[in-house]
């Protein structure tokens, strides 16, 4: 069965660049999505078929998918941009999520 | 307002069964496909189940043969009819929209999640 992999945790200072990373094979040639999670909420969509952001999504956030990785970008990260993120893509039929990776911004 | 509204959750014996329904407002149900995602506590997201427009089932080798999504759209409600219940059922079940379509799977609008608990 297909499978994403995220790393668990990344941590950023406030102002700076965050990267989060989602790997799969050959996700590249699949649409990725992501995810924001905050404690006691449902999941948000930040990005869609790779690089699109849902009305309403800060332009600081981006996304990239080439080869075997898709890569969620946040520039300038703020204090409430701590949440998990979760990459997504669909593969025949399935949809498969990434394991999760805990932004903190200290 | 735009939103899904998930109901039905609570407690069941494990080899129990359990219906959960979501309510759709404020846009055209008839047009998108749907899904449930679940999520354990402390846990991933993991998908449960896909219905398309036309009502073509989905669903993950994990629950297949036990869940069985349905919708109603002249009422707007997605449902997920699950059987033979396990303790690794024991989640948050959300319902979402997916717009999609050929494109491949998404999901733009979350419900707020209805807990379910298997336990004896």
């Known amino acids: 069965s297909y499978e994403l992999t995220q790393p668990p945790s990344v941590s950023v200072s406030p102002g700076q660049t965050a990267s989060i990373t989602c790997s799969g094979d050959?996700?590249?040639?699949?649409?990725a999505c992501w995810y924001q999670q905050k404690p006691g909420q449902s999941p948000v969509l930040v990005i869609y078929?790779?690089?699109k952001r849902p009305s309403g999504i800060p332009e600081r956030f981006s996304g990239s998918n080439s080869g075997s990785t898709a890569t969620l970008t946040i520039s300038g990260t703020q204090a409430m941009d701590e949440a998990v993120y979760y990459c997504?893509?669909?593969?025949?039929?399935?949809?498969?999520f990434g394991g999760g990776t805990k932004l903190t911004v200290l | 307002e735009v939103q899904l509204v998930e109901s039905g959750g609570g407690l069941v014996q494990p080899g129990g069964s359990l219906r959960l329904s979501c309510t759709a407002s404020?846009?055209?149900?008839?047009?998108?496909?749907m899904h449930w995602v679940r999520q354990a506590t402390g846990k991933g997201l993991e998908w449960v189940s896909a219905?398309?427009?036309?009502?073509?089932?989905y669903y993950p080798g994990s629950v297949k043969g036990r869940f069985t999504i349905s919708r109603e759209n002249a009422k707007n409600s997605l449902y997920l009819q699950m059987n033979s219940l396990r303790a690794g059922d024991t989640a948050v079940y959300y319902c979402?929209?997916?717009?999609?379509?050929?494109?491949?799977?998404?999901?733009?609008?979350w419900g707020r999640g209805t807990l379910v608990t298997v336990s004896s």
């Open positions: 404020g846009f055209t149900f008839s047009t998108y496909d």
């Open positions: 997504q893509a669909w593969d025949s039929f399935t949809v498969v």
């Open positions: 219905i398309g427009t036309a009502g073509d089932p």
């Open positions: 050959k996700l590249g040639d699949k649409y």
């Open positions: 078929q790779d690089t």
């Open positions: 979402t929209r997916d717009p999609g379509g050929l494109t491949g799977w998404y999901f733009d609008l």
